[in-house]
């Protein structure tokens, strides 16, 4: 088996393992270096032994056997602590067996809904995610978010602490709490996977990694929970939205708006998915946020051009989700819609009456968007200025180049 696959198969097993042991012994921090060790070891040995029977197995009797000497360790030492007391070793165990089949699936499951707890901040409800259960290192995590590695360490080990700290019991929530913690969960990959489409800050206009991360994960939660229609929602959303990808930049890294992309280069085999994923599930009944965007996409997707998107269909979509949703970026896009379909002066009003409100005000998209429709209407000298000024508000060089190109563009007609 080539290293190559081994990696694969080992960022896949990593965090069922990991799941596995942090339910067996409920302590986070040590079953996660003892699956680091356990998966250091499948690393070397298997390339050259080859894998053995059940890979998923091995690395939890390796993991569980390093974790055991540990604990044991630190019972022989600081036996008189009271937190030692909560630690139980094999002989003690209550709970299944880490390795027996039924949880499987659940135990990465488990881990994520523990990962996207409320009581934690979404930032660091994305660091841990990415790191116990996406399998990134932590200074692949502080890269991907340009944070110093120091920095994204506390982060992760103050998530670590307040998990420990909350008494969350490993197990997937109670029915009463089952919302709740997947709309947090959801949240989280939707977070990771925007910020990989499109990078916030950073030389580069995407981070393929942590979309397809987002996408992998999504892709896990979908085949455990298959009737969730959010869930289905968010996987169609991420697929038609990173069929796209490729046809976003330029040979420069520049980039390049919807409306001028070369349609061929969009990924087929991710529209089809997307849309038979949508099309499926919306008729179930009443449609969420995540599945009218990914229905939005859709269109987008299916149009054979720009200027055949059918523009009245996107924007009943966004009036529904405007009725869901008090989310300033859905109706900055329902502003577009409305322009697209009844003329830019009807589409810069809606725009109007959303500059009072902070949060997408002071955005560097209201700002592109205002541009743009004053292009669509005429007025090259505003729309110059309002280029410019989305230009001051984002910290993407690629976007900066971008908006800068507009204006001097408008200047020289």
């Excluded at 994520?112 to 901040?121: D, Q």
């Excluded at 959801?186 to 995407?206: Q, R």
Aim: hydrophobic share 40%; charged share 25%; glycine share 6%.
């Amino acid at each position: 088996m080539t290293g190559h696959a081994v990696e694969d198969l080992l960022r896949e097993l990593a965090p069922q393992v990991l799941g596995a042991l942090v339910r067996r012994y409920g302590n986070f921090d040590a079953a996660e270096d003892a699956t680091q060790e356990a998966l250091l070891a499948a690393a070397t040995q298997w390339p050259d032994e080859g894998l053995p029977d059940r890979p998923k197995a091995w690395l939890i009797t390796v993991a569980a056997r390093r974790l055991t000497d540990l604990l044991r360790s630190e019972q022989a030492r600081r036996r008189r602590e009271d937190s030692i007391a909560q630690w139980r070793l094999p002989d003690e165990w209550l709970a299944p067996a880490a390795d027996r089949p039924p949880h499987e699936a659940d135990d990465t499951l488990v881990l994520l809904f523990m990962c996207c707890h409320p009581a934690l901040r979404p930032p660091s409800q994305i660091a841990l995610t990415l790191r116990a259960v996406g399998g990134l290192t932590t200074t692949e995590i502080a890269r991907a978010f340009l944070v110093p590695e120091a920095t994204m360490t506390r982060r992760i080990t103050r998530a670590k602490q307040s998990i420990k700290d909350s008494g969350i019991p490993f197990a997937l929530p109670r029915d009463s709490e089952r919302g709740e913690r997947l709309s947090a969960v959801l949240h989280v990959l939707y977070l990771i996977f925007t910020e990989g489409y499109a990078t916030t800050s950073g030389p580069e206009l995407t981070r393929a990694d942590l979309s397809a991360e987002a996408i992998r994960l999504t892709r896990l939660l979908h085949r455990t929970l298959p009737d969730a229609g959010e869930v289905a929602g968010l996987l169609a959303l991420m697929l038609l939205t990173d069929a796209r990808r490729a046809s976003r930049t330029g040979p420069g890294g520049e980039l390049i708006p919807m409306a001028e992309q070369d349609r061929s280069r969009w990924n087929s085999a991710y529209i089809a998915e997307g849309v038979e994923l949508i099309s499926r599930t919306l008729p179930r009944g009443e449609a969420g946020p995540y599945q009218l965007q990914a229905a939005i996409a859709a269109l987008h997707d299916e149009a054979p051009t720009a200027d055949a998107t059918d523009w009245p269909q996107i924007l009943a979509l966004y009036q529904v989700l405007m009725g869901l949703s008090d989310n300033p970026v859905v109706a900055l896009n329902h502003a577009v819609a409305v322009a697209m379909v009844h003329g830019a002066p009807a589409g810069l009003r809606l725009l109007e009456r959303l500059r009072p409100d902070r949060r997408i005000s002071d955005d560097h998209r209201f700002h592109a968007v205002r541009a743009h429709l004053l292009e669509m209407r005429g007025d090259d000298g505003e729309a110059c200025k309002a280029y410019l000024e989305a230009a001051e508000r984002t910290t993407s060089p690629p976007r900066q180049r971008y908006l800068h190109g507009r204006a001097a563009r408008l200047r020289e007609n």
